[in-house]
């Protein structure tokens, strides 16, 4: 099957055709209702027969048959209604299916997939690492740092307040409640200048100390992310922001999972090195985490240096220094090439499909498999990390 435009405008057209007949899931789900409805209508004519038979009552029994009758009937039609409707959602399905089923015969096509999979999972593995980094340090800030920890807090009680405000200017008639749209926007005027000169001191400690903190990703922390109350009101900064470091660590080791998911795929260069290599060990992964997030392409690789020590996962400190101290003795042998901090370049064999993105049959299928694998992936995280904590009790 030959990739171009009209094979592009072919598909388009069937998906959209698809995706009208799934707007009739909500009728599949109503009469499946309905059958469930008519069957307990059924057993309970049934049971009404059954027993005007053993009551000896020949009037009730027929007028019970009738109803019995009656309700199969029913529930006939709607069951032909029901696979009617099931056999046009699935038939288009096939159709929008097919484009791709026949695109993964090509060969190089899955491999070019792979290849955009790959760099996309570095990509968002990167920025999720960069914004735990954030995260932790702001943490490590407000627990050093009372003020700071004020400072943060003033922010987020601001931004608290702004958005009930928002909220209240939502209904408001700009011509018939200007008068209170006025007030509204004076008191949001005050809190905006309150966010921001908290901010401003925040951000000044940080440029003074030399401490990594973007500006603009910490309002993004206060604008988007709820804070935790305590029951007087408080709000409780340092419980916020472990959960917050507990749900990027998450991603990051969902990230991770995803790119040993994807066909010769590997961690880029810049991640490894952020990371610190965790996967260079002396014994082989013991904890379900750690099976899960090894990388089977390193297992054989050859290694210049003895095994190192083994750290914990979560010591990325450490893993950090170790995996540069390996890297310098690695130049000074030449025992191997630098290893750039880019994902490698595309094999020939994908070469034809370079321009595909482009197509939306192609982009369908990378978001889709995409946001499986990412989905999967996360699930098993969840559920690698839930058996570890319940194995080290």
Known sequence: MELNEQLDQNYNKDKEAYQKTQRLSQNVKDLEQQLKMLKREWEDARIKQIRAKEDGDASLEKEAQAEVEAKVNEAKKVQTKLDTIKEVIERN?????????ELKKE???????????EKRYNRQLAKALKEEQQVNTILDLCQKHPTLANNLRGMVRAQEEL??????????????????????????????GKKNSNMDMFMSYCVKKDVDIDREFLDRLISEKGFAHDKQGNINVEKTLKNMAKGYKKRVLAYQVAIGRIPNARMSARNEETLGDPEVAETQPTTKLERLTSNPMKENAPTAQPPVQKFKWYEFRKRFNAWRERRKAEKELKTEPDLDTTIPAESSTSEKFRNSYKYDVVKDYVDKREEEIYKESLKDVKQALKDDSEQER
């Open 107 to 117: 060969p190089g096509f899955e491999e070019h997939v792979n290849s955009i999979l």
């Open 163 to 192: 958005d009930k405000l928002n909220k209240e200017i939502e209904p408001l008639d700009p011509e018939k409640d200007k008068d209170k749209l006025d007030e509204i926007q004076s008191k949001i005027d005050e809190l905006v």
């Open 93 to 101: 399905k096939s159709k929008v299916d097919g484009y791709i089923e």
